[in-house]
DNA sequence: ATAAATGCAAAGGGTTTGCAAAGGC
DNA sequence: GCCTTTGCAAACCCTTTGCATTTAT
C-alpha cells in the first residue's frame, strides 16, 4: 500500500516541491489515500497506530495539509466541530448524508444540485466557487436500534 | 423593543419551564431576535455592550442555547470555526450563499432542494431531519473590488 | 552539511463549565 | 428565603505553533 500509485502521485508532490519524503508523509498518505473516506485527524492517527507505525498528532495534521494542497485529498466540515478527510478520488460532485446517531456518512450524487446552485448564484451575481449539501437524519441501520430506545426513555 | 412580541414569546417560554426571567435573557433576546440575521456569539455579545447593556459572554451563550430550543432562534455552521445564529422569523426552508471576501450572507429559497433532498433520502432509507446548502462564493460587491487586487498581486 | 520534518508540549480560538456572588420568584 | 442565573476564570476540544532533536537530501 505504501507504493500504490496515488501514494506515487503525493511522491511526486513531494519532489516538485522539493520537500522530503519521510515515512511518517508515506505512511500516512498510504492509509489516508485508501482509506473508504471521512476520516477525522484523530481517526487518521488512531489507523497510523494500529498499522503499528508511528507519528505525532501534529505531523498527522501538517501530512493531510500537504495531501490537501496535492489535491489528493478534500476537507470536509459537517459541523460536528471538527474537520473530516476524504480522498479526492471519490469526490467528482457528490452530496453527504450524515447519520446524526452514529455519525456514519453516505454519498449521492444528483446532477440537479450542480444546475441550480449555479443558477441561483447567477441570479444573485455571485461567483459560485463550489457548495456544500448535507442531508442529515438518521440512517437505516440506527433506525432498526432507536425504537428499543425510544421505548425505555417514554 | 424588550416587549416585542417575539420577545414576549421567550418569555412565555421561560414562564413554562419556570425559568427566571432575567434582564440579560430579554437584552439578548431581544437584540437576537430582532437582528437582520447570522450573528455570532461574539456578534451578540457585542451587540449587547453596544447597546450600553452588560451580559457576560457565557450568558450569551447559555441565552443562545434558550432561544434555540425554544425554536425562536437557529444555529447555523458555515465551516467558518464558528456557529451563527439567526432569528427563526427568516427560517421557512431557505439556503445560504456564503462570500468567502467579506463572510456576507445572503439568503435563497428553491422548492426543488427540498424534494430532491426527500427522495435521496427515502431511497437511502435514511430518515430525514434537516439538510443545509451552502453555496460558496464571492458575493457581487467583493468582485467589484476584486480585480484591482489580482493585478496587484500578480 | 544543510535545510526541513518530527515530536512534544504549550498556545490558540471558540465554547462550556465550576463556583461564589447576585437576583428572580 | 430558596433556587436559578450570573460573571469570571479555568477547563475543554480541535487545531496550530515554537523549539530542540532527528532525518532526508
Chains 1, 2 share one sequence.
Not at 500500500?1 to 522539493?18: G, H, K, N, Q, W
Not at 484523530?42 to 489535491?71: C, F, K, M, N, Q
Not at 444573485?124 to 448535507?134: A, N, T
Amino acid at each position: 500500500m505504501a507504493d500504490d500509485a496515488v501514494v506515487e502521485r503525493f511522491r511526486a508532490f513531494l519532489r516538485e516541491r522539493s520537500l522530503p519524503v519521510t515515512s511518517q508523509r508515506l505512511t500516512i498518505a498510504g492509509l489516508l489515500l485508501n482509506a473508504p473516506g471521512h476520516l477525522s485527524a484523530e481517526d487518521v492517527a488512531a489507523l497510523v497506530r494500529d498499522t503499528g507505525h508511528a507519528a505525532g498528532l501534529a505531523t498527522v495534521y501538517r501530512t493531510i495539509d500537504l495531501l490537501v494542497e496535492s489535491g489528493l485529498v478534500v476537507e470536509r466540515d459537517f459541523g460536528e466541530g471538527f474537520r473530516r478527510f476524504e480522498p479526492a478520488r471519490d469526490v467528482p460532485r457528490h452530496e453527504h448524508l450524515l447519520c446524526s446517531v452514529c455519525g456514519a456518512v453516505e454519498e449521492f450524487r444528483d446532477d440537479r444540485i450542480d444546475e441550480i446552485t449555479r443558477n441561483i448564484a447567477a441570479a444573485r451575481g455571485f461567483s459560485r466557487e463550489r457548495h456544500r449539501l448535507v442531508i442529515h437524519g438518521v440512517c437505516r441501520a440506527c433506525q432498526r436500534k432507536a425504537p428499543a430506545i425510544d421505548r425505555r426513555l417514554s
